[in-house]
């Protein structure tokens, strides 16, 4: 039977490679094929098809999907508001003659909108000015894609939403995952710095160059007040030091941006729009988590448990030593929708892990979000890595190749960080 | 569309000017044509080594010449491509000065300094009581740059001008 669910599963990530199905779609169907395999019967109680994993399953992430709602309509209104914008727009003014302090400016920011919100709206936040300035100050193009998608990367061990994601889909205490976040976040952050030193010190490149088709820089939104500029910090400060739960923390944030930037009489529209706004930024992710939740609970059905565990078992390394150089071999396996996304077929494996009792928690905790800080930058197939890659001119494929030495650093680093705190 | 309108357009378009005044972004593109002037009557100084090689026309792109590290590549079908745009336009435009204005244009980036472009522009950042922190203007090196190579490439069209029609905005 174990051998069947492998099957099915690498049937499922030939179906999400070759887009044949959207990811999504995919997933909820591995999850089905996984229960009927476990022979989980149709109708009954919670461990049945109808309401264990459809039913209960595709609401197992909702916490996660508040958060994503509250990420996206916080970086809905950092975009309408012009705080984005204003941000990258002052370290370019202030640092244009410095290549090196553009790109490092452009890097804090993304790392603020990545704290905020993922994908490619956090993508967009910063690059959309961010990208064409670093490269009017001589950063190749590569390089400005890639700095801004390091950012977000290197901002994603902060991002509440996907506290709450990894708290939902292990079963983790939020409280546990935001230890082991705080842990990778220096990582992410001292790799990154490395990224864009690198790119910097080979030199500014100039170029006469003539962009076709590159979409043209939004309307400019005016510049947002001073004090509106700490937005992104207070969800992470009210998170962080004072550990208040994610949810308040993100309206908050929400608060604090329209209080500082629009006048009394305009809060109610300003709100509502951004509100739509985030509402249409978050679908995707929301799609993705439904179908997560599916997935996780088919593979916790007590028939896919007995399954796989013996398998997963005996192929996952016991010593810390062997753990840290057979996954971080297995890097590749994240990329290009493969079975250790953890946004995808790699939360599947990851509740065989917990649930199988094959390591603990915090291990898997760790495991996982040093995957997705490889995924985060350099696949070639997320929304982030191709609408960055795209609006600074080159393929993704050529984003991964200039990443992908660095964030596999970040997840090697995560990956020794876990097998010295947790196993 | 003469070069000052032209060199305004490319400020218009450069993220961080988006919402600029008008005059604000003339003024800017006069100052820095009137630099790129400057630097062309200047002595040539640095020895530049020039390569000559395919892959200039790109999927969204078309890059004519590049600079880094006193290296300037000059891409042959990009200058074929530039030149079919201009000749569709009745312009009278040689491959030969086409070539000159690429590497002229890459040896204005490497000859330019910014910061004393910056300060011509006088452009200010943040100001607290007396004490002003200049800003940087950025695309001003790139009209600077465009202007040192027509007057040292002798091409009947202004760079900026064939540049704006490769890109379909002239």
Redesign the interface.
């Known amino acids: 039977m174990g051998i069947a669910i492998l099957i099915l599963m690498a049937i499922g990530v030939v179906l999400m490679l070759t887009r044949i199905l959207p990811t999504a779609f995919a997933l909820a169907l591995l999850a089905l094929g996984i229960a009927v395999i476990s022979g989980a019967p149709l109708t009954g109680g919670k461990e049945s098809i109808l309401t264990g994993v459809l039913q209960n399953g595709a609401v197992t992430l909702a916490a996660t999907m508040i958060a994503v709602l509250l990420g996206s309509w916080l970086g809905s209104l950092l975009d309408q508001t012009g705080i984005g914008g204003t941000l990258?727009?002052?370290i370019?003014?202030?640092?244009?003659?410095r290549p090196a302090v553009v790109a490092l400016g452009v890097f804090a920011v993304s790392i603020l909108c990545g704290s905020i919100t993922g994908s490619a709206p956090a993508a967009m936040l910063a690059g959309?000015?961010g990208i064409?300035?670093m490269i009017?100050?001589g950063l190749r193009p590569v390089a400005a894609a890639g700095t801004v998608l390091m950012g977000i990367s290197a901002g994603s061990p902060l991002e509440l939403p996907v506290w709450q994601f990894m708290s939902d889909a292990l079963g983790a205490p939020v409280s546990e995952v935001r230890t082991v976040m705080i842990r990778l976040f220096p990582i992410a952050l001292v790799v990154g710095i490395a990224y864009v030193l690198v790119q910097t010190r080979?030199?500014?490149?100039?170029?006469?160059?003539?962009?076709?088709?590159?979409p043209?820089?939004?309307?400019?939104r005016?510049d947002a007040p001073w004090y509106a500029l700490a937005t992104p910090l207070v969800p992470i400060v009210l998170a962080l030091g004072l550990t208040v739960p994610i949810v308040p923390s993100l309206l908050a944030g929400v608060i604090y941006a329209l209080l500082t930037t629009t006048k009394w009489g305009d809060l109610n529209e300003r709100a509502l729009r951004s509100l739509y706004k985030g509402f249409e930024v978050a679908a995707p992710p929301i799609a993705l988590f439904v179908a997560i939740g599916m997935l996780l609970a088919a593979v916790k059905l007590p028939g896919a448990k007995t399954a796989l565990t013996p398998i997963v078992s005996a192929i996952s390394p016991a010593a810390p030593i062997w753990f840290v150089v057979v996954f971080a071999a297995l890097v590749p396996l994240c990329l290009f929708r493969g079975p250790l996304n953890v946004f995808g077929l790699g939360a599947g494996v990851a509740g065989v892990l917990v649930t199988g009792g094959i390591y603990p928690m915090t291990a898997v905790v760790g495991l996982m979000a040093s995957y997705n800080q490889v995924f985060g930058v350099s696949d070639p197939t997320s929304t982030q890595t191709v609408w960055a890659a795209q609006y600074a001119?080159v393929r993704p494929e050529r984003s991964m190749l200039s990443t992908l030495p660095f964030t596999w650093v970040v997840g090697l680093g995560g990956m020794v960080l876990t097998a010295v705190l947790y196993l | 569309m003469n070069d000052l309108e032209l060199a305004v357009g490319l400020l218009r378009?450069?993220?961080?000017h988006?919402?600029r005044t008008g005059e604000q972004l003339r003024s800017w593109a006069q100052t820095a044509l009137e630099y790129g002037d400057e630097l062309a009557e200047g002595p040539d100084v640095e020895t530049i080594h020039v390569i000559e090689r395919e892959g200039g026309v790109?999927k969204?792109?078309?890059?004519?010449?590049?600079?880094?590290?006193g290296t300037v590549i000059v891409y042959t079908d990009a200058l074929r491509r530039t030149e079919e745009v201009a000749r569709s336009r009745g312009w009278s435009v040689t491959r030969e000065s086409l070539r000159r204005a690429?590497v002229a244009?890459?040896v204005a980036?490497?000859r330019l300094d910014?910061?004393e472009l910056?300060r011509r522009l006088g452009?200010t950042?943040?100001r607290l009581g007396p004490f002003r922190?200049r800003?940087?203007?950025?695309?001003a090196d790139?009209i600077a740059?465009h202007r040192f190579?027509h007057r040292r490439s002798g091409l009947a069209v202004s760079?900026l001008l064939l540049?704006a029609a490769?890109?379909?905005r002239d």
């Open positions: 990258v727009r002052k370019v003014e202030f640092g244009g003659e959309v000015v064409p300035a009017a100050v080979r030199g500014a490149r100039h170029a006469w160059a003539v962009q076709l088709d590159r043209k820089a939004r309307i400019r005016g001119g | 378009d450069t993220p961080t988006e919402n790109r969204g792109e078309v890059l004519l010449a590049e600079h880094q590290r690429a244009h890459e980036h490497h910014v910061r910056n452009h950042a943040a922190l800003g940087h203007v950025a695309g790139e740059a190579a760079p540049t490769l890109a379909g």
